[in-house]
């Protein structure tokens, strides 16, 4: 099958050969077994890379439309990375981030109907 696959490595050019490796445990003298080959394709900064992740937090306060989120994120850079993507609650509620609060990752967010 073909894959394409991202490593933070040393730099590599094309057309570079690779073989891939796993260790098949700790014990000596180390068993390793062959993953992968292929080769390096070139470089494109127009390439795609989609990769879809779910992020949960937990509600700290809720007033109404409003609430307080912890856990979902740990620093406020985050929070103004992901500040323009629309929020989902499991009950289907929609709600945008307001701003960060603090130094630890809390955020405000608003929703469009009451939080139960």
């Known amino acids: 099958m073909s894959v394409i ?3 933070f490595c040393p730099i590599i050019y094309s057309p570079n050969k690779i ?3 796993t260790k098949e ?3 000596l003298p180390v068993k390793m077994d ?3 080959t292929g080769i390096v394709m070139l470089p494109d900064p127009l ?3 989609l ?3 779910i992020l949960t937090g937990y509600p700290l306060r809720c007033h109404k439309k409003k609430a307080t989120i912890r856990y979902m994120f740990f620093d406020p850079k985050d929070i103004k990375y992901f500040k323009p993507v629309e929020l989902y609650t499991t009950n ?3 709600g945008h981030i307001k701003d960060s609060l603090g130094t630890h990752g809390l ?3 608003t929703f469009n109907d009451h939080i139960k």
Do not use: E, P
């Open 5 to 7: 696959a991202t490593a």
């Open 19 to 21: 073989i891939t490796f």
């Open 25 to 27: 445990s700790l014990d």
């Open 34 to 36: 062959v993953v992968a």
């Open 47 to 49: 390439k795609v890379i």
């Open 51 to 53: 990769k879809r992740v």
């Open 92 to 94: 289907g509620l929609r």
């Open 107 to 109: 955020m405000k967010c």
